[in-house]
């Protein structure tokens, strides 16, 4: 069965630091890949999503992620973080089977600090 | 826009109490999914439905049922709500032709 890893639950900033946080798959097949984010108190909001073609995916928010298919990995990141990019992000991952179902990871929780 | 709405945003019952939570989609998305999400867990799968009157159980089906007699519309029902369904209910749907993911606000349930 398909697995997502986030490698970190959470990550401390200070605001204009970069940021990068890390997430892995287990499946070798062909998959498409997610990053959402959820602000407080509310549902999840897609940041940028991997289905094919380049491997550097640019998202809402000035975020960028590389498919990186030999190690499996989609990291997420950007190069200056703001105090409203403190929220919860989570990596997923299609399911092979078709379904159109997704696997989740089980989030990074960034906070960026003054 | 894809609006995903769902019926409350916060919701308290009682142990044992029958509970619904409604989720209500207005683009004519093929799939919709309920997922309840646990700090440190992230988002676990209880069922979806690819089609109206259609149902499959996700990662953790135990103590739900959903119901889909409308398209638009996906109910989460909790038969005997217990302590241990005290969680965030999160619904998302998708057009069946992308994978990608719309999520309601979310319902914050609390079983006393």
């Known amino acids: 069965a398909q697995s997502v890893t986030q490698l970190d639950s959470q990550v401390p900033v200070f605001e204009e630091a970069p940021v990068e946080l890390r997430c892995n798959y287990s499946?070798?097949?062909?998959?498409?890949l997610f990053w959402y984010v959820q602000y407080p108190n509310q549902g999840l909001q897609l940041l940028l999503k991997?289905?094919?073609?380049?491997?550097l995916v640019k998202g809402i928010n000035g975020f960028e992620a590389e498919f990186n298919k030999s190690q499996t990995s989609f990291h997420l990141r950007k190069p200056s973080v703001h105090i409203s990019d403190t929220a919860e992000y989570f990596c997923?991952?299609?399911?092979?089977?078709?379904?159109?179902?997704?696997?989740f990871g089980k989030g990074t929780k960034l906070t960026v600090n003054p | 826009d894809v609006k995903v709405t769902q019926s409350s945003r916060y919701l308290v019952k009682r142990t044992g109490e029958k509970v619904f939570l409604e989720c209500v989609q207005d683009?004519?998305?093929?799939?919709m999914f309920w997922y309840r999400q646990d700090p440190g867990l992230g988002l676990r799968l209880i069922y979806f439905?690819?089609?109206?009157?259609?149902?499959e159980k996700g990662d953790i089906p135990e103590g739900y049922s959903v119901s889909r007699e409308k398209k638009e519309r996906f109910s989460l029902i909790l038969e005997s709500a217990s302590t241990n369904q005290t969680s965030m209910y999160l619904c998302?749907?998708?057009?069946?032709?992308?994978?990608?993911?719309?999520f309601g606000p979310g319902t914050r349930l609390t079983v006393t």
């Open positions: 997923a991952v299609s399911d092979p089977g078709g379904s159109e179902k997704l696997v």
């Open positions: 499946s070798s097949v062909s998959v498409y």
């Open positions: 991997y289905l094919s073609g380049s491997t």
């Open positions: 683009m004519d998305h093929e799939n």
């Open positions: 439905s690819y089609d109206v009157k259609m149902k």
């Open positions: 998302a749907t998708t057009p069946g032709t992308t994978y990608e993911q719309y």
